[in-house]
């Protein structure tokens, strides 16, 4: 680690240090900081969820037919009507079971704010591009302290997207206090083919210990969203439609975009407009040549029944910027984490300035792209431990005591201060690291705050 800073300054300096380094490197977060830090997390959570703004009606189904397989008709509906009265959607997570403590958090920071939006549910359109050996551990659960991986070393290169689902022997290797809780959804559980579908099940499941403090968790596919807006746009005259079909707006868009994180790079870095899916399940880089779409054993053309085939079949589905694209086009308003308040921003930037002064770019100029769940440390247990989902689950009133108390008590400013430091490694590069802040424990952490 480098010692950028060797003094050994006392905690309360130490935290100054830290917000110092979020203005610097962070700036849209501290901006955040500045505009709502005194704020308490409750008040915080409640304006997650602005009003005024409506998705469109397009998403709203589509949502409605990612959810009607796995939730049922009801769950699915009530889900679409929130959608066209409430736009409100977290983006941060990854496609996994609740298990990496930060993005647990961030969910139900955004659970609170639609319960004290009086919304029915907090919906989360979440990642299940990502691998199962991402730090974020989709492979299993964190559970009481310990891992269970669910699936196999041989699988680490696999996307949660594809991931085929537990079966019985894998449902042996959830944690038995989990399993004892998921027991009458096991049968439901175990008819079901992915384990995609599985992981919104079980999170919804694990999250209905919130109540009465927030609105149970809905974790939907972005991917599989996606695909089904894709699927049909491309028979309509859309901006993203004419990025994918038309040579001239996607040579403008490919230019537009190059760059841009979770878009692609000219050294080769991530894929144009959507991903492969290899023999062996794995996502693949695709690269624009002339009218195709090109890698490993893949080859679709940019024709709309080509795309609309590929994307069924399952052979591609969209990139990361093409998802995002979609949401913003259809009026979702994504609350993020650190990485995503820093890159959404620029994706809207551009994505107006490709728009130019059409008809689509007034409505995506008023939407909101700054909106911070994920990273603010406010369940605290004793001791300042953050607390996870095995402490909802196995201690569930003494858990729902201490989220109160971190919505009533604990101000948005320090919740940032400890969620910052937590993930402090993954924030900072070691040369820009200081020593003083990384030697700290969230203890002396938590108790600095008092006089900061």
């Avoid at 008819?191 to 209905?208: A, G, K």
Wanted: proline share 4%; charged share 20%.
């Amino acid at each position: 680690m480098s010692n950028v800073d060797s003094s050994s300054a006392p905690p309360v300096l130490a935290a100054h240090s830290l917000v110092r380094q979020l203005q610097t490197e962070y700036a849209d977060i501290y901006r955040t900081l500045q505009e709502f830090g005194d704020y308490s997390m409750a008040r915080y959570a409640a304006q997650l969820f602005p009003a005024g703004y409506k998705a469109s009606e397009a998403i709203a189904k589509a949502a409605n037919r990612v959810a009607a397989p796995i939730f049922g008709k009801k769950l699915a509906s009530e889900i679409e009507n929130q959608l066209l009265s409430n736009a409100a959607v977290s983006t941060a997570s990854h496609h996994g079971l609740f298990s990496h403590l930060s993005i647990f958090q961030g969910d139900v920071l955004s659970a609170c704010g639609a319960k004290r939006s009086s919304l029915q549910s907090a919906v989360v359109f979440s990642f299940a591009g990502v691998r199962l050996n991402n730090p974020s551990y989709p492979r299993g659960i964190e559970f009481n302290g310990k891992r269970f991986p669910l699936f196999s070393d041989s699988m680490k290169h696999t996307s949660v997207h594809f991931c085929p689902a537990l079966d019985a022997p894998g449902w042996k290797r959830l944690p038995e206090e989990l399993q004892r809780q998921l027991s009458p959804r096991k049968q439901q559980l175990l008819s079901m083919t992915r384990f995609s579908d599985q992981v919104s099940l079980i999170n919804y499941e694990m999250s209905l210990a919130l109540a009465p403090l927030a609105c149970p968790i809905v974790y939907l596919s972005a991917e599989d969203i996606a695909v089904e807006l894709l699927s049909s746009e491309l028979m309509q005259d859309t901006s993203v439609a004419r990025i994918m079909l038309n040579a001239a707006d996607r040579a403008a868009a490919l230019k537009m975009f190059e760059g841009v994180s979770g878009a692609w790079s000219s050294d080769g870095k991530g894929s144009q407009l959507c991903w492969g899916v290899s023999e062996g399940k794995r996502s693949c880089a695709l690269r624009v040549q002339g009218d195709f779409l090109i890698g490993e054993d893949i080859k679709v053309e940019l024709s709309a029944q080509s795309l609309i085939d590929a994307l069924r079949r399952g052979e591609i589905y969209p990139g990361m910027l093409i998802t995002f694209l979609l949401f913003l086009e259809h009026g979702i308003v994504c609350q993020g984490g650190f990485y995503q308040v820093a890159y959404l921003p620029e994706m809207k930037t551009r994505f107006l300035r490709y728009l130019a002064h059409s008809a689509d770019s007034e409505t995506l100029r008023k939407l909101p792209v700054s909106a911070f769940c994920t990273g603010p440390l406010f369940i605290l247990g004793s001791g300042w431990r953050a607390l996870g989902i095995s402490d909802l689950i196995l201690d569930t009133e003494q858990t729902l005591s201490h989220l109160q108390r971190g919505l009533e008590q604990l101000s948005f400013r320090d919740a940032l201060i400890l969620g910052s430091h937590r993930i402090y490694d993954m924030l900072f590069s070691a040369e820009k690291r200081l020593t003083a802040v990384a030697d700290l424990s969230l203890a002396d952490l938590g108790a600095a705050l008092i006089a900061f």
